[in-house]
């Protein structure tokens, strides 16, 4: 009994607490990839950060960025959980301009490098400066990633006002 609950305890921390930067590469493995599940988030298509915060200065929006890698298991189970949640889509999309930032390829080792990137998911929200408002370093799911969002929309909102 107290190996199952040890067994547990050890996967509930690996889970919540996100995934650490090996700088040796990623895993792989021989297993083909299961199909990616729908997201209802409207991630920005874009190479640049700058292409995006120019959006978020024409839209008077917030950016919420989500920086990942295509190994860690707390961010498959974001775009698993999470950004497949049309409710919460629906927020996100009316209230930020959305970007995924894959932090081992392209400008996402630029932009890892920039903003401190370690774990992973690392989830900023900054204004159309680039100016962070809220940062959070490990998954955070359904309640968790709302709140966050208020917050950050809290920041912006009051930062425009002053």
């Known amino acids: 009994m107290k190996r199952i609950a040890l067994h547990i305890m050890i996967l ?4 919540i607490g996100g995934c650490k930067s ?11 990839t299961p199909p ?3 997201s209802y988030f409207k991630f920005e298509k874009s190479e640049t950060l700058s292409a995006v915060l120019d959006k978020a ?6 950016v919420f960025v989500d920086f990942y890698t295509t190994w860690c298991t707390p961010c498959k189970m ?3 959980d999470v950004f497949s949640d049309r409710n919460l889509a629906s927020y996100f999309n009316d209230n ?3 970007y995924k930032v894959d932090c081992e390829k392209g400008n996402g080792t630029n932009l890892a490098a920039i903003f401190g990137i370690n774990n992973y ?9 680039g100016s962070i408002l809220v940062r959070h370093e490990s998954a ?3 309640s968790k990633l709302q709140e966050l969002g208020e917050e950050a929309l809290y920041a912006f909102q009051n930062k425009n006002t002053q």
């Open 12 to 15: 509930s921390c690996l889970l």
């Open 36 to 38: 990616k599940p729908k």
């Open 140 to 142: 955070a799911y359904h």
């Open 57 to 62: 200065a024409k839209e008077n929006k917030p």
């Open 78 to 80: 974001m775009d698993e």
């Open 22 to 32: 090996s700088k040796n590469g990623s895993s792989s493995s021989s297993n083909p």
């Open 96 to 98: 930020f301009v959305n």
């Open 121 to 129: 998911p690392t989830l900023i929200f900054m204004d159309e400066k």
